[in-house]
């Protein structure tokens, strides 16, 4: 299959076809625009940030034992996956640019491969901490129930927040599978790539989120403490 840019054709109430002059032949207005939407997503995670800070000094002891209690083997593998991850979708995006197509869909596949994994361990992660009764509205962390209540608030963002940034991978996936179905059909392509640019910046936003997620919640408690279910 050939992979030459193939222009989106838009038809008119009269029945008359054009050419449709948009966002992937503006590649600053393109670039410009998801820009924007990603100081959206600093904002929303920004937000979640300093309220895990500002409740981390009222109950620093707390919070550190929350933290001990999680998982660092399977949160470090996570990372080291989200980075590994980065490293192919930006490899993808630059053999694209070179004019290697099938080497681009390649990294694009690796991608999807390391973001499923990801998903996969937090799921295992997740079910071990549900058995043992951490889980929002589950067991432990019910209003009634005797833990501590800083470490409640810890478990409550922690959940909130690696649901949320979850959420985000499985988009991201959606996404690569999208882009995927789109240089196939000749829409992206080594001169129109500005589609394949927004998603790898999409996934580097997705990956250093989690940098910072990681030592907030996983290594504060980590201080001569094994840790982990």
């Known amino acids: 299959m050939g992979h030459e840019y193939v222009p989106e054709i838009a038809t008119d109430r009269e029945g008359n076809q054009h050419e449709v002059q948009g966002w992937q032949g503006d590649f600053y207005g393109g670039k410009l625009g998801f820009w924007l939407f990603m100081l959206t997503e600093v904002m929303m995670f ?12 009222l109950h620093p002891q707390d919070f550190l034992d929350a933290s001990a209690s999680l998982n660092r083997l399977l949160g470090g593998t996570n990372t080291v996956i989200l980075l590994v991850s ?35 361990i937090k799921g295992f992660e997740w079910r071990a901490e549900y058995n043992h009764g951490i889980f929002l509205m589950h067991d432990k962390l019910l209003p009634e129930s ?22 985000h991978i499985i988009i991201g996936i959606g996404l690569m599978l999208w882009l995927l179905k789109r240089i196939n059909a ?39 403490v094994t840790g982990g279910h």
């Open 46 to 57: 920004g937000a979640m940030f300093l309220a895990l800070a500002y409740y981390n000094t």
């Open 86 to 120: 980065a490293l192919t979708m930006g490899l993808g995006l630059l053999k694209m640019r070179a004019g290697d197509v099938k080497g681009a869909k390649l990294m694009i596949w690796a991608t999807i491969i390391l973001a499923t994994a990801f998903l996969i």
């Open 146 to 167: 005797t833990l501590p209540f800083g470490q409640k608030l810890f478990f409550g963002l922690y959940f909130s927040m690696t649901g949320l940034h979850g959420v």
């Open 186 to 224: 000749g829409n992206v392509t080594p001169d129109h790539y500005i589609l394949y640019w927004n998603i790898a910046l999409y996934w580097d936003i997705v990956h250093l989120i989690w940098v910072f997620v990681f030592p907030y919640y996983y290594m504060i408690g980590a201080g001569g």
